[in-house]
């Protein structure tokens, strides 16, 4: 069995995951900020101590990366990077702040873009964290930094990643990246996106 990192799991298991991971393959372990959460292991992205180096095939992150300063990303980046096998891969999603932009130039700043499972989800949630959760104190929902493809492209370099691909989908106002630790092939880099994304 290969090993998936699943950082900032929340109560999401390997079944809210990319389908790539779904194929009976892998085995999950959950790492969250919150113990409530129940993860495998308790811990932030800022500095995964208690993750040994080289000890899993891929980490994948769903919407965490918005959650820590801009100074911040390339460590928690390089931090991923750090416990990945040689041969592993970082799979990583967050919202895309130039589709949510047009909206916000249209003067739609609080209408629902669309609906979650934590309810309706209008640019100023994605901006700066989810207000309901917010709301309710769960104040490390908030968001601290926001990307777009450049940015986030730019930041995964910074943190040793040696070969990457970025897709957008503004439909879904969502980025996805594929990190490899060792120089990869174009065609490796857009079969793990093919498999590992949305």
Not at 56 to 71: I, T
Not at 102 to 111: R, T, Y
Request: charged residues 20%; glycine residues 8%.
């Amino acid at each position: 069995m290969r090993k998936v990192l699943h950082v900032g799991c929340g109560q999401a298991t390997i079944a809210n995951m990319t389908p790539g991971f779904q194929d009976g393959s892998w085995e999950e372990i959950r790492f969250d900020i919150n113990p409530d959460a129940r993860p495998d292991i308790v811990g932030t992205i800022t500095d995964m101590v208690a993750v040994e180096s080289d000890s899993v095939d891929a980490v994948y992150s769903s919407h965490n990366l918005e959650h820590v300063y801009a100074h911040e990303v390339p460590r928690v980046l390089a931090e991923f990077r750090r416990v990945i096998k040689p041969e592993g891969f970082a799979v990583v999603t967050c919202p895309d702040l130039e589709s949510v932009a047009a909206h916000i130039a249209a003067g739609k700043l609080a209408d629902p873009l669309y609906q979650s499972p934590a309810g309706p989800i209008s640019p100023l949630d994605i901006l700066y964290g989810h207000g309901a959760a917010i709301a309710r104190g769960e104040t490390y929902m908030a968001h601290r930094t926001g990307f777009t493809r450049k940015t986030l492209q730019e930041n995964a370099a910074l943190a040793g990643f040696a070969s990457l691909g970025v897709r957008h989908r503004p439909t879904y106002f969502d980025l996805w990246l594929v990190a490899t630790k060792q120089p990869s092939a174009k065609d490796s880099i857009v079969d793990l996106m093919t498999r590992f994304c949305r």
